[in-house]
């Protein structure tokens, strides 16, 4: 299980990963994490995120209209969010290659 | 209040009525807290017009607030409240001024008022309003209790209710009640005496200047 400690600081990260793919809107981002299996994460817990990431300017918003209730406010990537996204990507990369290091050393490997 | 934040309050209400009585609950106390932070009222309503989209949504899913918004709506509101610029210490001075002042002209309009009736039906007095030691005692207590009392509930907005708490509470608040309506009645000594009409227009003035500082906080 992902813990909600283990993903604060990577959620922002994978959120623009998400909005990366197509333009999309609050509850289908969680629905698409949790179906890439990051657990059940409310849209109340992603929407503080979408507010940052609109006022850093990592992402733009629009509002449509949906088939059958309110409008929905659809977010895009903007070009400087996909620089953050590409630096979130190698980040994590490192971070990923870290971690597996430690984790053979664990085993008894040898650290390069 | 500027233009835009009175349409979206109006809009807000409106589209609240949408929402069943379970959630516009919750959905109360997440504004109540929200009053109570450093966000702009503009901003305070422009989440609340996101949230209300999301629980209407859920509505139609089935799904109620809790799975919408997540179970600690404290932390979601610290969240949203921390991804807004903070006020500076200025602003909050601004801000504080702007509410005294409110309470200001909303006591002398009260006080104008009634001194006009008493002196009218029943002291057949000239028109004056004379400032007491009793009426400024008052007019700070009202300030310092409205300022804290309104912090006190906001911040209290996710708190369980009790009934030894409420009972509490309603005692508090009418001991003040007392407290503030009678001073002006034992602390009678009279430190300055204008013409009711000059009264009238001070007050009018402060709740000109309100006005302006909540356009600026807007």
């Known amino acids: 299980m992902i813990t909600s400690q283990m993903l604060k600081g990577m959620l922002e990260g994978c959120i623009l990963q998400v909005i990366s793919m197509e333009e999309t809107y609050g509850y289908e981002i969680s629905r698409k994490l949790n179906l890439y299996g990051f657990g059940e994460i409310s849209e109340g817990t992603i929407y503080p995120l979408l507010l940052r990431l609109q006022k850093n300017g990592l992402i733009s918003s629009v509002m449509k209209a949906s088939e059958n209730g309110p409008n929905r406010k659809y977010f895009n990537l903007t070009a400087k969010g996909e620089i953050e996204l590409n630096s979130f990507k190698d980040n994590c990369k490192e971070l990923f290659y870290a971690i597996n290091q430690l984790f053979e050393n664990d085993k008894g490997g040898q650290i390069l | 209040m500027n233009k835009k934040t009175k349409y979206l309050i109006k809009e807000n209400k409106t589209r609240e009525k949408e929402i069943n009585k379970e959630n516009e609950d919750i959905l109360t106390n997440i504004i109540l807290y929200l009053r109570g932070s450093d ?180």
């Open chain 2, 39 to 218: 966000l702009s009222r503009y901003n305070q309503e422009m989440v609340r017009a996101d949230l209300i989209d999301m629980i209407i949504e859920g509505q139609k899913r089935g799904d109620d607030i809790q799975k919408v918004i997540g179970e600690n709506y404290k932390e979601i509101c610290d969240e949203i409240i921390n991804s807004f610029p903070q006020k500076t210490y200025s602003e909050k001075i601004f801000q504080l001024i702007s509410e005294i002042v409110l309470i200001m002209w909303v006591i002398g309009i009260i006080s104008v008022v009634s001194d006009f009736i008493i002196i009218s039906l029943i002291t057949r007095e000239p028109y004056e309003f004379n400032l007491t030691v009793g009426k400024i005692i008052s007019g700070i207590l009202t300030i310092l209790f409205a300022e804290v009392y309104i912090h006190f509930l906001c911040k209290q907005a996710f708190a369980p209710k009790k009934i030894s708490k409420s009972i509490l509470e309603f005692l508090f608040i009418w001991i003040m009640v007392f407290i503030i309506s009678f001073l002006p009645f034992i602390f009678k000594n009279v430190i300055l005496t204008i013409p009711l009409y000059i009264a009238a227009i001070i007050v009018f003035i402060l709740f000109a200047i309100e006005r302006i500082m909540d356009k600026f906080l807007s």
